[in-house]
């Protein structure tokens, strides 16, 4: 069995699999594989430990017939072509679970430095622009006691309403369907044009699909209160980034807290020029603990698929 692990990742995984296969590489570039590198390194490959930034389409799994199994290191799985895996009985696992704590962390991080204007603060301290303690000085968004909108209330979504709980935080929801998670935190599930206009924060956990793209635009966040604040530690493209910069700018909404991007790694240059943004680099998951028990979690999938039985994340 020939297993391909596309960039580095903590040991628990790779200990496990090197227990089981008989040739496991890992590719050494601490970025992604670029598409030749990629075909380059899965010739007769059976197993692939894909990461989000690695592109697995038609074409690719055309080349590649051997592949049997491909376990991807996320809960997201947007950058595989799962229709593709199954019309060629390709067996495909995320990493759930796992990290829903880690993200939702990251959430809330966004969530208290968007409201505060944190970053802004961070910049205006290290820049040596700050003048002392001012009565009028970054008065930012208060978090207690106000409205939460969570859209998309799976795991992830689910964690950070609870979270929210402790913050004594009303909290609307919009999902295909009432959640017992969500009705235990007496959480309301409403309408997207209502938790648009209703709530101060509004926080996003749809995966991204043909539907959910672009899912906030102009007219959403014309729906938004001007004191509002979104929160995308989804998918980049769930959000029309273009349409964001224009509101952030007229002050449409008071402002974002970003993880993830339309075009990773690239930003909009709008948004580098806004002071009412805070961007973080794609780190929901990347915590110590998250990391290794995904790493872990994506071996013992591919492992089990590749020996015919079912991955205990497995997608198809
Ligand atoms: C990260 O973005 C993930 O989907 O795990
Ligand atoms: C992630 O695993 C989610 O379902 O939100």
Redesign the pocket.
Known sequence: MKIIVTRPIPRAGIDILKQAAHEVLVLPHDRPCTRSELLAATQNAQGLLTM?TDKIDDDFLQQRPSVKAIANY???YNNIDITACQSRGIHVSN?PDV?TDATAEIAWTLLMMAARRAGEGERMVRNAQWTGWGPMQLQGMSILGQTLGIIGAGRIGSRVAQIATAFGMQLLYVHRRETEPMAQLEARRVTLPELLKESDFISLHVPLLADTHHLIGAKELHMMKKTSILINTARGPVVDEAALVEALKSKTIFAAGLD?YEEEPKIHPGLLALENVTMLP?I??ATVRARSEMSKLAAENLLAMLRGQRGKTQVV
Do not use: N, Q
Request: hydrophobic share 50%; glycine share 20%; aromatic share 0%.
């Open positions: 989000l996320a809960a997201g990493t990290l993830v794609h929901g998951s």
